[in-house]
């Protein structure tokens, strides 16, 4: 069994339930920081840890789930779609991107669910207030993240939904997942949309200006959102936000897929704004490192 998993088990006493991100590298993982936070302003007798975990420990890991107290799992990468094959079921959107983000223990076993893409849902919600119903829409990526929302998407009343993306395959697999809606889309879809999500990584790197699509086709009636968070504004969203154009990053999208896994473990309904606050604070601190 992986160390930190046996002295996380070690240290936790009947009374305490226990959650934890698996992944590999999880270091960087915000959800330690967003979930404690949340467990503490609600008084709850739980605790969350980073578990990176070795593939060859990953199954040990769903085998404690179902005789400790482990009773919520955070699965980031490179784990997503082995996890959705370790749990006994998965929600329909778990099933349907072959991911899972989230693990529940239950009288029925382990349950696998993907709250990516209703975080994003929440989040665009929270964030601008948009009424997606007969709006049009550009997903610049086909990853994982793009997987996520463009099927959240695709059940939002959107009038279209345009994939874009460098590898033209994932492109048409991932704009299926949005149904009747859903197609491969061409540069000229951008200028048409009402909202432009990036969902690739460029723009991730500190030093990288490379843009997800070209500027000039982004203009101030349009929603656009970036995904990533670090860095908080990438230089396409800045360049955006410098034509007039209302611009989100990925922040409320991370929030909220965590309030959904919270809710999903503890039963209580997650306090946004502290869990929002700890975010803010940790990549506020992480900025001067
Ligand atoms: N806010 C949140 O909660 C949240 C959650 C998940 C992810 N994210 C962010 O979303 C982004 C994507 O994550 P992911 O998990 O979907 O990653 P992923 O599965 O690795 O997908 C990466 C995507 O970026 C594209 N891409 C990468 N390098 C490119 C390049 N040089 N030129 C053109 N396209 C390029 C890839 O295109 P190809 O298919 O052609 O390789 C693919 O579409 C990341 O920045 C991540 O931080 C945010």
Redesign the pocket.
């Known amino acids: 069994m992986a160390d930190n998993l046996k002295d996380l088990l070690k240290r936790s006493t009947s009374s305490q339930m226990l959650a934890a991100v698996i992944g590999f590298p999880v270091n960087h993982s915000l959800s330690p920081t967003i979930h404690n936070a949340g467990f503490k302003h609600l008084d709850l007798q739980w605790d969350y840890i980073p578990l990176e975990v070795e593939e060859r420990d990953l199954e040990e890991v769903f085998e404690q789930m179902r005789s400790s107290n482990l009773k919520g799992l955070s699965v980031t990468m490179p784990y997503k779609a082995k996890a959705a094959m370790m749990v006994d079921e998965c929600t329909p959107t778990a099933k349907v991107l072959g991911a899972v983000n989230c693990v529940t223990s239950t009288d029925q076993g382990l349950i696998g669910h993907n709250t ?1 893409g209703d ?1 994003f849902l929440k989040a665009l919600k929270h964030d601008a207030g948009f009424d997606l119903k007969q709006k049009r829409v550009v997903v610049l ?6 997987k996520a929302i463009t099927e959240a998407l695709g059940r939002s009343e959107v009038s279209s939904l345009a994939v874009i ?3 033209q395959a ?1 492109a048409e697999s991932t704009a299926d997942l949005a149904g009747d809606v859903g197609s491969v889309g061409e540069l000229e879809d951008i200028s048409e949309a009402d909202l432009v999500v990036n ?4 723009g ?1 790197k500190d030093n990288s200006t ?1 843009f997800p699509c070209p500027i000039d086709l982004i203009h101030s009636d349009q929603l656009v959102v970036d ?3 670090h860095p908080l504004k990438t230089p396409w969203l800045s360049a955006a936000e410098q034509k007039g154009v209302r611009t989100h990053n ?1 922040v409320s ?2 929030l909220f ?1 965590a309030t959904e896994a919270f809710t999903l473990w503890t039963g209580e309904q997650a306090p946004v704004s502290i869990m929002l606050r700890a975010i803010e604070e940790e990549l506020e601190r992480r900025s001067h490192k």
Do not use: E, F, H
């Not at 990526?141 to 793009?146: D, E, F, K, L, T």
């Not at 969902?199 to 460029?202: E, G, N, Q, R, V």
């Open positions: 990516d975080g990526g086909a990853g994982g993240a793009a993306n460098r590898t994932k969902a690739t990584s460029l991730m490379d995904l990533i968070y990925g999208m991370l897929q």
